[in-house]
């Protein structure tokens, strides 16, 4: 789905790590809609359809994965404590450092016939 058409959800409970991916996430022209749990993220799946979607490690990432994959919505998940750089763990795209996060958004919107703007 092209960017101008849906946001991109942000899932994670820490306000400074989140508002560091929202900034990183605007800076590629896309809106984003942020949800600090679970409840939240799935209140917002329900109302909004979305390019995609950031969710940070956390107790629901899980549950919430489990929602935008049964809804065809393209996650990566950030977790510092990954071993390596990109991986793919039990189906999901796992990156372990922020720096990663908007390529890796933009390669998977991309993926799935999405466009995303370049900065510029």
Do not use: W
Not at 27 to 34: K, Q, S
């Amino acid at each position: 789905m092209p960017m101008e058409d849906a946001p991109i959800l942000v899932l994670c409970d820490d306000a400074e790590t989140a508002n560091a991916l929202v900034t990183r996430i605007a800076h590629m022209h896309a809106d984003v809609v942020y949800a600090p749990n679970k409840l939240t993220a799935l209140l917002r799946i329900s109302q909004f359809q979305f390019a995609a979607a950031v969710l940070v490690r956390q107790a629901d990432t899980d549950d919430v994965a489990a929602t935008l994959r049964a809804k065809g919505v393209p996650f990566c998940i950030l977790d510092t404590a990954s071993s390596k750089p990109v991986a793919v763990e039990s189906g999901q795209v796992v990156v372990c450092d922020m720096d990663l996060v908007v390529p890796t958004v933009r390669a998977l919107v991309t993926r799935e016939g999405g466009e995303i703007p370049s900065p510029g």
